[in-house]
């Protein structure tokens, strides 16, 4: 995945979140998220969320739409007991990859506004079309609060 624009992730003690960014020795530290996470606590999944608003209205720009599903994502998360700072893993399905590499400084910027910077484990996917036809994104999330 090309990474986010953001400083690397920061490696966090067991004792202090239950997640533990896995970075094997030698590896280059990625940017914007991170090679793998391991945790242990209470699990909280998201479905694949888009960026309607809570009538329903979705923006057109992509940008804008990462905005709202993240707030989106935020918002599931805090219904759950969570926070940006459980989450372990993000699954990002975009319809153009184009789009989405020519806005990784907006995206980069929005990103540490809601989530923080905290930096899971990532994947980006393009796909041809998601089942809303006008949805440009769409992500899954995986958090894991501490018992």
């Given at each position: 995945m090309t990474p986010l624009k953001g400083p690397a992730p920061a490696v966090r003690s067991e004792d202090e979140t239950a997640v533990r960014i896995l970075q094997?020795?030698?590896?280059?530290?990625?940017k914007g998220y991170a090679n793998g996470v391991s945790a242990?606590?209470?699990?909280?999944?998201?479905g694949g969320v888009i960026g309607w608003d809570?009538?329903?209205?979705?923006?057109?720009?992509?940008?804008?739409q990462v905005r709202q599903t993240l707030r989106?994502?935020?918002?599931?998360?805090?219904?759950?007991?969570?926070g940006p700072e459980h989450l372990v893993r993000?699954?990002?399905?975009?319809?153009?990859m184009d789009e989405y590499l020519s806005s990784l400084r907006a995206l980069g910027q929005i990103y540490r506004e809601i989530?923080?910077?905290?930096?899971p484990a990532m994947a980006l996917v393009q796909v041809v079309r998601l089942v809303e036809k006008e949805a440009?994104?769409?992500?899954?999330?995986?958090a894991v609060v501490p018992r």
């Open positions: 094997p020795s030698g590896w280059p530290m990625p242990d606590g209470r699990l909280v999944v998201t809570v009538h329903g209205h979705l923006p057109s720009d992509f940008v804008a989106n994502i935020a918002a599931i998360l805090a219904e759950g007991g969570a993000l699954t990002w399905y975009v319809v153009d989530i923080g910077a905290h930096y440009r994104v769409e992500i899954e999330a995986t």
